[in-house]
T-cell receptor, first 112, second 116 residues
Framework: EDQVTQSPEALRLQEGESSSLNCSYT??????LFWYRQDPGKGPEFLFTLYSAGEEKEKERLKATLTKKESFLHITAPKPEDSATYLC?????????????FGTGTRLQVTL | KAGVTQTPRYLIKTRGQQVTLSCSPISGHRSVSWYQQTPGQGLQFLFE???????NKGNFPGRFSGRQFSNSRSEMNVSTLELGDSALYLCASSLSEGLIGTGELFFGEGSRLTVL
């Protein structure tokens, strides 16, 4: 069964305390992996797309990496404004169609 | 540039009723997809449209349906509402040819449906 699992479910960091969020997947025919950020009451906001193992993308304090079975979102020296739920989604083939499967997210809280 | 617009933002219905939600994509985007978000299940893909054609469909019952118009605006309909349909319904638009292609999704703020 196609599955996308994110860990931890929730993470509390102090400002400046770096950490990583994990997204592991078991799907066939991976076409791409996406990271999104979602603030309360808002729709998800696109962060990164990764297509192949070994690929890395960076944006400000965030860096996303991809292996054959998982992706990591590294947060370096986070600030309170980085507090949000981070979602990963995997685009994969299902027969002749394509499907997008989301993880349930990691709720990140960054405190002063 | 205006973002994805969803209406209504909030609505309350009772069991057995039906509901129609609307989504206006970013200008120039021809692909629209719909998602249901609940605390227990997270974000689940409902369906996707490109050039008025349904390209992909998730694992939802036939009570959930949608369509896309020639101006790329989309609607989704849920008939015979059940309590479990209470959720945030999100619409996203994309420049690419939807999920068949690749590309980032731009989400609206969602329509929060409560079924009593």
């Amino acid at each position: 069964e196609d599955q996308v699992t994110q860990s931890p479910e929730a993470l509390r960091l102090q400002e400046g305390e770096s950490s990583s969020l994990n997204c592991s997947y078991t799907v066939s025919g991976l076409r791409g992996l996406f990271w999104y950020r979602q603030d309360p009451g808002k729709g998800p906001e696109f962060l990164f797309t990764l297509y192949s193992a070994g690929e890395e993308k960076e944006k400000e304090r965030l860096k996303a990496t991809l292996t054959k079975k998982e992706s990591f979102l590294h947060i370096t020296a986070p600030k309170p404004e980085d507090s949000a739920t981070y979602l990963c989604a995997v685009q994969h083939n299902t027969g002749t169609a394509s499907k997008l499967t989301f993880g349930t997210g990691t709720r990140l809280q960054v405190t002063l | 540039k205006a973002g994805v617009t969803q209406t209504p933002r909030y609505l309350i219905k009772t069991r057995g009723q039906q509901v129609t939600l609307s989504c206006s994509p970013i200008s120039g985007h021809r692909s629209v997809s719909w998602y249901q978000q609940t605390p227990g299940q997270g974000l689940q893909f409902l369906f996707e449209y490109f050039s008025e054609t349904q390209r992909n469909k998730g694992n939802f019952p036939g009570r959930f349906s949608g369509r896309q118009f020639s101006n790329s605006r989309s609607e989704m309909n849920v008939s015979t509402l059940e309590l479990g349909d209470s959720a945030l319904y999100l619409c996203a638009s994309s420049l690419s040819e939807g999920l068949i292609g690749t590309g980032e999704l731009f989400f609206g703020e969602g329509s929060r449906l409560t079924v009593l």
